[in-house]
């Protein structure tokens, strides 16, 4: 686990990042670490300065490439979701974007792996981790469709992008016990599904914990935009 040391940062006003932890208690939200973490992460570094305004306020921001950075009130529930049973050792986060929810898990769990397929993002991603000192997470152009086997198992796997069926190689690259949080359906709307691997068998649990907007999972990755 990381922690991010906040002196040259830019804290902005701290009364708007309280207000956005109040919406996210009121909305039900409520996993202690997982505020504590969002209040002390600096959100505003992950959009553009000209966007960086709008931070802390509860809703998704552009990051470019027809991307986005995620609502936090998502990021908070899938994060709460995905620790719901116990601390876990090594997650997989399949779509890194901007870095936030990666930066947010980082401070959560031993280690974080996460796959882009957008080599830009990627870049930009990477020069935040460096730049809060996180050395516990391993960025790395893929197209994470299938996972990413070379660092298998996991203990739990995380998708910021939506596929419209479960890709078998995530279910397979879980570990014993291991949890998979990740939004499947159409391009409009789809059910945050949540699904557990019973111990160390092919059998899992599954539920469906809330509608979500993502963006879709694609194939192939993209080294440069034209
Ligand atoms: N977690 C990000 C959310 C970014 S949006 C954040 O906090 O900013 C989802 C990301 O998933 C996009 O950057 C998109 O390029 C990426 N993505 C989509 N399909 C992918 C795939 N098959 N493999 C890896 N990344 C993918």
Same mark, same amino acid.
């Given at each position: 686990?990381?922690?991010?040391?906040?002196?040259?940062?830019?804290?902005?006003?701290?009364r708007?990042?309280?207000?956005?932890?109040?919406?996210?208690e009121?909305?039900?939200?409520s996993?202690?670490?997982?505020?504590?973490v969002?209040?002390?992460?600096p959100?505003?570094?992950?959009?553009?300065?000209?966007?960086?305004?709008?931070?802390?306020e509860?809703?998704a921001?552009?990051?470019?490439?027809?991307?986005?950075?995620?609502q936090?009130y998502v990021?908070?529930r899938?994060?709460?979701?995905?620790?719901?049973?116990?601390?876990?050792?090594?997650?997989?986060?399949?779509g890194?974007?901007?870095?936030?929810?990666?930066?947010?898990?980082?401070q959560?769990?031993?280690e +974080?792996v996460?796959?882009? %397929?957008?080599e @830009?993002? *990627?870049?930009?991603?990477?020069?935040? $981790? #460096?730049?809060?000192?996180?050395?516990n997470?391993?960025?790395?152009?893929?197209?994470?469709?299938?996972g990413?086997?070379?660092?298998?198992?996991y203990n739990g796997i995380i998708?910021?992008?939506?596929?419209?069926?479960?890709?078998?190689q995530?279910?397979?690259q879980?570990?014993?016990?291991g949890?998979?949080v990740i939004?499947?359906?159409?391009?409009?709307?789809?059910?945050?599904r949540?699904?557990?691997?019973?111990?160390?068998?092919?059998e899992?649990?599954?539920? +469906?914990?809330?509608?979500? %907007?993502?963006? @879709?999972l *694609?194939?192939?990755?993209?080294?440069? $935009? #034209?």
């Amino acid at each position: 686990m990381n922690s991010i040391d906040l002196a040259g940062i830019g804290m902005t006003s701290q009364r708007t990042r309280e207000r956005l932890i109040q919406r996210l208690e009121d909305q039900g939200i409520s996993s202690q670490a997982v505020l504590d973490v969002i209040r002390m992460t600096p959100r505003h570094l992950f959009v553009d300065e000209a966007l960086s305004h709008r931070a802390y306020e509860d809703t998704a921001l552009p990051i470019g490439f027809a991307q986005t950075l995620s609502q936090p009130y998502v990021v908070a529930r899938m994060t709460e979701a995905l620790l719901s049973d116990g601390p876990l050792q090594r997650v997989l986060e399949i779509g890194t974007g901007s870095g936030y929810q990666t930066v947010v898990l980082s401070q959560l769990v031993a280690e +974080v792996v996460s796959v882009e %397929r957008i080599e @830009p993002l *990627l870049k930009k991603a990477r020069e935040r $981790f #460096r730049k809060l000192r996180l050395t516990n997470i391993t960025a790395s152009l893929s197209d994470g469709s299938f996972g990413w086997e070379e660092q298998a198992p996991y203990n739990g796997i995380i998708s910021t992008a939506a596929p419209q069926a479960i890709p078998q190689q995530l279910l397979q690259q879980l570990a014993p016990n291991g949890i998979l949080v990740i939004p499947v359906g159409g391009e409009m709307v789809q059910d945050l599904r949540v699904i557990r691997r019973l111990g160390d068998s092919n059998e899992f649990d599954e539920d +469906v914990i809330e509608k979500v %907007r993502f963006v @879709p999972l *694609l194939g192939g990755v993209t080294r440069s $935009f #034209r």
